[in-house]
């Protein structure tokens, strides 16, 4: 790695410098609440959240341009926002609706509104010329331009949602490995997983208006899957994956300034990269004589 | 409510959705009794235990709990073993100290002392070397002894276990029921045990309910399982 480069990319004067830290941010926030949807095997929710989220993106630019919706100043990023956010905890409030009710149900409901927001993005992109640049900008996971009210906006939220799951781990970790037990002891589960639930969707809505659905997705996942093999307690889970999350950003914007290539798909592409790399790892420790990886007396 | 009983089921029916599994269900449990919930697979033991602890509401009746030191009892849950999800990366000390979250208010961090009764619960359930080990390696008796322990640690008025004997060899079921019948004895803890095994049940509980057939039946473990009715439990499990 050349040096001058990582200089110049860290360098508070740097053009790009908003992007760098947008990177960080997503790749720090985004796997700190993916561990959840990894617990509580709610991945294909990881997946279905950010596209719904650019559907309402997709859906504000429109009613936007049919004239539903008055011209703002601020315009765009606000609308987008706002699309993203409604749809996102509107889904998510849904989602935890049907968990109570069956886990078929659930996966049937997160799998339609997956395909559903899909095809909707896609039919509005298409009919709309004013949100197409920006949206597919989105879509491809470009992290270029980055405003400082965005990314102020960005941290205070991020920062929101790690204190909170910081403060009420020990409630979240109960009624999701227990959901029974959390409930002899009085718990307000229906209360904690809403509360759970929109902290997630509200990180994933934030993380799609930046970077976009892919990334997205792509950090929520990998750094804890990655971060699982390696783990022996669960505060070790939880902040590797973050941990795992913030270094693959870093190296990943480094790459992609570098090879000139789209930020967001390089940083999936070497969270894969690092995945394959530790499975291989820890497959070969799995198959080693047990006498020799045990470690305790 | 009868005098001395903790628990009353009047006219309760129980099940999922619309469906009862039981229904028109009366009785009550005595305080500081040892029973045992008796029945074939899918006889509802597991439902009924669920409606008591208020995890799956009643479709019809009344579930009555009588009150200790003018509070509703704190109620101690041994769930199936099998329903915890290995990806969890959680050690038996802090299954254990789940138990004591009833007390610690949301946001708060749990303390020294709930920490040190969460360690001397273990050891009354004879799981104190399994403290720093993963959950989800223990073995099937091992997990029991730990959420036997997390029940504990909830300080239980009345302690509910489901099915703790199934799946586990002679020996650990042995060691579990002593553990439970040494706690009963010391705490005079209010026991309800839902089971499928009959030497357990005979050989531990002081009362009897026993499912059959959509009815319940209850009584001391010497004048409920006779000869006869053995027959027919055995009969049962046979078809």
Redesign the interface.
């Known amino acids: 790695m050349r040096m001058e480069m990582w200089r110049e990319i860290l360098d508070p004067d740097f053009l790009l410098r908003n992007s760098v830290y947008m990177s960080v941010l997503v790749g720090l926030a985004c796997p700190l609440v993916g561990t959840y949807l990894l617990l509580r095997r709610l991945i294909f929710m990881g997946v279905a959240l950010p596209h719904i989220s650019s559907c309402g993106i997709a859906f504000a630019f429109a009613f936007h341009t049919w004239g539903l919706i008055p011209h703002m100043e601020e315009g765009e990023h606000t609308l987008a926002l706002a699309g993203s956010t409604i749809f996102t905890l509107g889904a998510i409030l849904g989602f935890s609706w049907f968990e109570k009710r069956g886990r078929s149900l659930i996966e049937a409901s997160i799998g339609t509104a997956y395909v559903l927001a899909g095809a909707w993005s896609i039919l509005l992109l298409v009919k709309n010329p004013h949100g197409e640049h920006g949206l597919l900008d989105r879509l491809k996971g470009e992290i270029i331009a980055v405003s400082n009210a965005s990314l102020g906006w960005t941290f205070v939220v991020f920062a929101i949602v790690a204190l909170t799951f910081f403060i009420f781990q020990k409630e979240f970790l109960l009624v999701s490995f227990d959901r029974e037990t959390a409930v002899t002891l009085k718990k307000n589960v229906d209360f904690w997983n809403t509360f759970l639930f929109l902290l997630i969707g509200l990180t994933i809505s934030v993380s799609v208006l930046s970077v976009g659905p892919l990334v997205t997705f792509g950090f929520l996942l990998l750094p804890p899957l990655i971060a699982h093999g390696f783990a022996s307690n669960m505060r070790q889970f939880i902040w590797g994956a973050t941990a795992i999350g913030g270094v693959s950003a870093l190296v990943g914007f480094y790459i992609a300034y570098r090879w000139d290539l789209p930020v967001g798909p390089t940083d999936v592409a070497l969270l894969g990269v690092v995945y394959v790399l530790s499975t291989i790892v820890n497959r070969s420790i799995a198959l080693r004589p047990a006498t020799a990886h045990k470690s305790s007396p | 409510m009868t005098g001395d009983s903790l628990l009353t089921l009047d006219q309760v029916a129980v099940g999922y959705g619309r469906h009862a599994v039981l229904s028109d269900v009366n009785l009550t449990l005595p305080r500081g009794s040892f029973s045992g919930l008796l029945g074939a697979n899918g006889s509802g033991k597991s439902t009924l235990i ?1 409606s008591i ?3 799956l509401p009643p479709l019809t009746g009344r579930v009555e709990f009588a009150s200790e030191a003018g509070r509703a009892p704190a ?3 041994v ?1 199936q073993r099998d ?3 290995p ?5 038996s000390f ?1 299954v254990v100290l ?2 004591t ?2 007390r ?1 208010r ?2 708060r961090r ?1 303390d020294a002392a709930e920490k040190e009764w969460a360690r001397q619960c273990l050891r009354e359930a004879g799981a104190e070397q399994l403290s720093e080990q ?1 959950f989800a390696q223990l073995s099937g008796g091992q997990k029991q002894r730990v959420l036997i322990a ?1 029940a504990l640690a ?1 300080k239980p008025d009345f302690l509910l276990l489901d099915e703790p004997t199934a799946g586990i060899d002679a020996t650990a079921r042995q060691s579990i029921m002593d553990v439970l019948r040494e706690i009963h004895a010391r705490q005079r803890l209010t026991i309800l045990m839902a089971s499928h095994d009959l030497l357990v049940v005979r050989t531990y509980v002081e009362h009897v309910i026993w499912l059959h057939q959509g009815r319940i039946q209850q009584g001391p473990v010497s004048q409920l399982l006779t000869p006869a009715n053995i027959e027919e439990i055995l009969d049962l499990e046979m078809h």
Do not use: A, N, Q
């Open positions: 669920k602890l208020g995890i109620l101690g849950y769930p329903v915890f999800d990806v969890y990366l959680l050690s802090e789940m138990g979250c009833g610690v949301p946001g749990i993963m997390r909830t």
